[in-house]
């Protein structure tokens, strides 16, 4: 594809929603969160190295790695999350370059939660984020997962700040209204990707 659009937002921002629209306009989107899911899959060798770092206890009985344990394992250990960082990220970043490279659409999404805290965005065209006042985010990820306000003011204290992420967005999706203001404005921004990616063309 010719032009790549890096998608990001905080948790519960709507990066969902919004991936699967421009999905059903046909439009290729690389998922961060599957794609890391995947590397560390019955099999695969980044499995096999932190099997080797930290032990059984972060797979569960079927073999698969138990998230929770080693999320557990790594967060009150800098070093150990370090390690665990330097093992992921680079495979990370070769596969998305990689699906982004194949993917077949004029222009392809790269949807990343931590996209600006991670600097992805260094590898995309541009940056496109779902905006959403803290107080809507936080009662829609309570509502949707069951959890307290103050886990998910947790999560949302250890992400980029709502400024950091506009700051570089060259394109913003707001999404403090109902979902269905979402699809004109996804519409909006694929006929406009779709006339960047032929410019990126030439
Ligand atoms: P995560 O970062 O946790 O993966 P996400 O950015 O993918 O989340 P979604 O799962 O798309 O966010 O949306 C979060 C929740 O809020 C979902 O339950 C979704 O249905 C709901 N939601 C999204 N947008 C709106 C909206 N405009 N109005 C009401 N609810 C919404």
Redesign the pocket.
Known sequence: SHLLVGLT?????????VSDLFAALGVSVIDADILARELVAPGMPALKAIRQKFGDAVLDNNGELNRRQLRERVFSDPEQKAWLDNLLHPLIRHELIKQAREAPSEYAILAV?LLVENQLNKLTDRTLV?DVEPQRQLE??V??DRVSEQQVRNIISHQASREDRLAVADDVID?N???S??APQVQKLHEKYLKLAKINLK
């Open positions: 937002g905080g948790i519960g921002s709507g990066k969902t929603q939660p779902i829609r990820v509502s949707r999404n209204g109902e979902i203001q979402l």
